[in-house]
């Protein structure tokens, strides 16, 4: 082998190792739920939380955001919360 035609497929592999790496990174940006985020969502949902605790939880997984998973279990998370608050300001009143 010459020596152009080895660092041609040198040059070959290494685009090749680094569009494997670019596409594994975003494999696990949509896949992947990152683990800084994971406790704090554990932590928001326990049942002792309060709704204070809840809405502090949320602003520091704002914060820990890494993945576009992160930022749609966010987001699903949001919308339950926003949900549950809605239900029990429409709750009637059993004060008879």
Do not use: H, W
């Not at 190792?17 to 940006?29: F, N, P």
């Not at 339950?80 to 709750?91: I, P």
Request: with cysteine.
């Amino acid at each position: 082998m010459s020596r152009t035609s080895r660092a041609t497929g040198f040059g070959l592999l290494l685009v090749i190792i680094g569009l494997a790496c670019v596409g594994s990174c975003r494999l696990y940006q949509r896949r992947y739920l990152s683990s800084d985020i994971k406790p704090t969502l554990k932590a928001a949902m326990d049942p002792a939380a309060t709704e204070a605790d809840v809405m502090a939880y949320i602003r520091d997984a704002r914060l820990q955001v890494r993945t576009e998973k992160d930022a749609e279990v966010l987001q699903n998370f949001q919308t339950c919360v926003q949900l549950a608050e809605d239900a029990s300001l429409c709750k009637p009143d059993d004060k008879r």
